[in-house]
């Protein structure tokens, strides 16, 4: 009897012991449980051009409303789950595409999806001023959104907003050194451009029915002026200007960037006329097409350097 009694009391502390250990376990788990659900929850203060807007410490789900944020956050090493991409994939330019992989059309960047957005339960949306400043509210409702200056930016300005960017993002030191590195390939690319050069060019884009000139202050312009080559067009006016084939002739570019949207567009026309063969870019044969995504969409670290390579390769190769 004194060995049942005995037995049945150690078994007891047993019995007890083992509770206490699960009690002390289920603390411990509750508490880094709360610890991991406090440190999602930080947030940081992002200034942007209407507000200012608390965003999650690191998102993971964003949606990025124009291509020059994208650039900017494959150039970061992020992954996009939603992208306005004018419903057509093919804009996505090659080295971009690469970077980001599979991603969530939310139609285009002048009317993006609200619904699609939404579906996609993002922490975080980048929305341009020019195109999305009158659905910011709606946009809000849905994340947290910070609105940038993409369709108007110069070359300048995007490289403020990629610095914003990383800073939104979670990764400010490593955006920071990005952006050194990018600095010293776009030095490293000005070195191809010859002191004595004093050509002017002219960026512009091209379609069916007509021509619009990118001035020194737009994107293109200021990004080809950063390495010496000057602008034709140097009047201040808007940066992005519809001109007439007597306008080129005024402006007299010796070298004409085209940026060509359709199989066929004005130059088509304008080839047909006698005005045309006395721009001096014609007559030395310095027309280059080149891609419209790259270098009138994307307005990014990644699409300067494709820009500025193929430029001085068009400008100087062999």
């Not at 049942?4 to 788990?29: P, R, S, Y």
């Not at 051009?49 to 990025?64: F, G, H, M, Q």
């Not at 990018?182 to 069916?208: A, F, M, S, W, Y």
Request: charged fraction near 30%.
């Amino acid at each position: 009897m004194h060995k049942k009694i005995t037995f049945l009391f150690i078994l007891l502390i047993a019995i007890i012991g083992l509770a206490g250990c699960g009690t002390v376990g289920d603390e411990k788990e509750k508490a880094t449980g709360d610890e991991q659900e406090s440190t999602s929850s930080e947030t940081i203060t992002v200034e942007h051009e209407l507000d200012e807007t608390e965003v999650p410490k690191n998102p993971k789900k964003i949606v990025a409303l124009e291509f020059s944020y994208v650039d900017a956050l494959a150039a970061l090493g992020i992954s996009p789950v939603g992208i306005a991409d004018d419903n057509d994939p093919s804009r996505i330019i090659k080295p971009i595409q690469e970077k980001i992989g599979d991603y969530t059309s939310v139609g285009t960047r002048k009317q993006p999806s609200l619904e699609i957005i939404s579906s996609l339960k993002p922490d975080l949306i980048i929305a341009d001023l020019q195109r999305h400043k009158d659905i910011y509210e709606q946009l809000s409702d849905i994340a947290p959104t910070i609105v940038l200056n993409s369709l108007a930016a110069d070359y300048d300005q995007i490289l403020a907003d990629f610095e914003k960017i990383s800073v939104a993002v979670g990764k400010e030191e490593e955006g920071k050194e990005i952006l050194t590195q990018h600095k010293q390939r776009i030095e490293e690319i000005k070195t191809q451009v010859p002191e004595n050069e004093d050509r002017i060019v002219l960026p512009g884009v091209v379609t069916p029915d007509g021509f619009f000139a990118h001035n020194m202050d737009s994107y293109t312009g200021s990004l080809l002026e950063s390495i010496g080559l000057k602008n034709a067009i140097q009047d201040g006016s808007d940066r992005y200007n519809k001109i007439n084939l007597e306008q080129v002739v005024e402006f007299n570019p010796d070298v004409l960037f085209l940026m060509q949207a359709g199989d066929k567009t004005i130059i088509d026309e304008w080839a047909k006329s006698p005005l045309w063969k006395d721009v001096s870019a014609v007559k030395n044969d310095n027309l280059y097409t080149v891609d419209r995504n790259t270098w009138s969409r994307f307005r990014g670290l990644i699409s300067s350097e494709a820009i500025l390579e193929e430029a001085v390769s068009q400008l100087y190769g062999d």
